[in-house]
């Protein structure tokens, strides 16, 4: 349970870009955004992101996880491969096996605004993707992280299914994210 001064906030959108009709494939794109709260100042929270003990406390419940954080002169790219341990509905397991293996990409710009990271999330073998940008901002003595996405799954017949099921994984997965933050900060402070 994070502490009481965690704040995370998730709020989600269904806005499908194609209508469904008979014998097409239904694309559906679900928006979504969270804002986290950090009560640490904005190199902290940008060193945690980047820091190997984070990134093995946020692939601890999953399996066979790789991670990389390769640093340039004005940002990083962060690569995370795991495989969620959960048991999936049988639905899910139609699209993408026993697991959901997700493979993130995050590539982060410091500008004198913040920090600003273009993330892309996929599941590979399977037609869903996950686009977002991540702004991590100063805001008086703590750090601000927004993340706006666009869900999207592309499967004839199970679309809404499948957009369902990846929302709640995406809900849980930042939710959890922010609790080892918390967690995290709460050690190295």
């Given at each position: 349970?994070?502490?009481?001064?965690?704040?995370?906030?998730?709020?989600?959108?269904?806005?499908?870009?194609?209508?469904?009709?008979?014998?097409?494939?239904?694309?559906?794109?679900?928006?979504?955004?969270?804002?986290?709260?950090?009560?640490?100042?904005?190199?902290?929270?940008?060193?945690?992101?980047?820091?190997?003990?984070?990134?093995?406390?946020?692939?601890?419940?999953?399996?066979?996880?790789?991670?990389?954080?390769?640093?340039?002169?004005?940002?990083?790219?962060?690569?995370?491969?795991?495989?969620?341990?959960?048991?999936?509905?049988?639905?899910?397991?139609?699209?993408?096996?026993?697991?959901?293996?997700?493979?993130?990409?995050?590539?982060?710009?410091?500008?004198?605004?913040?920090?600003?990271?273009?993330?892309?999330?996929?599941?590979?073998?399977?037609?869903i993707t996950v686009t977002a940008v991540a702004q991590l901002r100063a805001e008086e003595d703590s750090c601000v992280m927004n993340i706006t996405g666009t869900i999207s799954v592309a499967v004839p017949l199970f679309s809404g299914i499948a957009e369902s099921f990846m929302r709640e994984q995406m809900t849980e997965v930042l939710a959890r994210e922010h609790?080892?933050?918390?967690?995290?900060?709460?050690?190295?402070?």
């Amino acid at each position: 349970m994070p502490p009481n001064n965690a704040h995370f906030v998730v709020g989600v959108q269904c806005q499908p870009t194609d209508c469904p009709s008979v014998g097409k494939d239904r694309q559906v794109a679900t928006d979504f955004s969270s804002t986290m709260r950090f009560p640490a100042n904005l190199a902290t929270v940008w060193a945690m992101l980047r820091s190997e003990s984070y990134l093995q406390a946020k692939c601890a419940d999953s399996s066979d996880p790789t991670y990389s954080v390769i640093d340039q002169p004005q940002g990083c790219t962060i690569t995370v491969q795991r495989t969620l341990t959960e048991d999936l509905p049988a639905i899910a397991k139609n699209l993408v096996g026993d697991h959901v293996t997700l493979l993130e990409v995050q590539s982060w710009a410091t500008d004198i605004n913040g920090i600003t990271g273009d993330f892309t999330i996929c599941v590979p073998n399977a037609p869903i993707t996950v686009t977002a940008v991540a702004q991590l901002r100063a805001e008086e003595d703590s750090c601000v992280m927004n993340i706006t996405g666009t869900i999207s799954v592309a499967v004839p017949l199970f679309s809404g299914i499948a957009e369902s099921f990846m929302r709640e994984q995406m809900t849980e997965v930042l939710a959890r994210e922010h609790a080892i933050g918390m967690t995290w900060l709460a050690e190295h402070s």
